[in-house]
């Protein structure tokens, strides 16, 4: 059964310091989304990204953040100078539909960030 | 703001008990609706929709629009039903969680 899949799996880092996470959507997947889940808390909504463009996304993603789909398969959420609360687990999902049109979202095994 | 809420952060229960984990959503208009389950060492998945209402591995969740609420039930809860359950509603393009529940069934 195809995968969402995540690298690294675990990547520590200094404070400002620039971060790129990676992650391979499910191949005939349209829509792709990253998510964050800081330790003991919700999983949180970062961005949604469609047809080379962002299709939305949250007030946690500012301008240090970006999304990219540099070739046909990898999706990248690149952090730019990192801040100690960046520390959480992130979360990349693909789906064939947007999420608001009864799309399932297939999730990644996550990537956890440790800023120090 | 749209949002669901769950209020409980973890519910215990001995094997063969009937659970139920509560979720209660704020929107006005017709809400799409989904539990997503995360088993230990495994990846976020869903488990339902309501529009399908459909059961999957013994769980059910009825839209309760009177009392704004999508509980997930299961008339005897198994071991390997052990996890963290989030209820979520969707957006445009988004899917919005809950603070999710964690389950803990004992034998």
């Known amino acids: 059964e195809p995968e969402v899949t995540q690298t690294p799996s675990h990547q520590v880092t200094q404070m400002g310091q620039e971060v790129i996470l990676r992650c391979v959507p499910i191949s005939n997947h349209l829509y792709f989304y990253w998510y964050r889940q800081i330790l003991g808390q919700k999983v949180e909504f970062l961005v949604s990204?469609?047809?080379?463009?962002?299709?939305?996304k949250s007030e946690i993603f500012d301008d240090q953040f970006s999304v990219e789909r540099p070739d046909g398969s990898n999706f990248t959420l690149k952090i730019r100078s990192t801040k100690l609360e960046d520390s959480a687990m992130y979360f990349c999902?693909?789906?064939?539909?947007?999420?608001?049109?009864?799309?399932?979202?297939?999730f990644g095994e996550g990537s956890r960030l440790t800023v120090l | 703001a749209q949002r669901v809420t769950q209020p409980e952060k973890l519910l215990s229960v001995f094997k063969g008990a009937p659970v139920e984990l509560k979720c209660n959503y704020s929107?006005?208009?017709?809400?799409?609706l989904f539990w997503y389950v995360q088993y230990s060492r495994q990846r976020l998945q869903l488990l339902l929709r309501h529009i399908s209402r459909e059961s999957i591995k013994g769980f059910t969740a009825d839209l309760n629009k009177g009392e704004t609420s999508f509980h997930l039930k299961k008339p005897f809860a198994q071991e390997e039903d052990s996890a963290m359950y989030y209820c979520a509603h969707s957006g445009y393009s988004t899917l919005t969680f809950g603070k999710g529940t964690m389950l803990l069934v004992s034998p």
């Open positions: 990204f469609y047809n080379n463009e962002i299709s939305e």
């Open positions: 929107y006005s208009g017709s809400p799409e």
């Open positions: 999902a693909s789906s064939e539909r947007l999420a608001g049109g009864v799309g399932e979202l297939f």
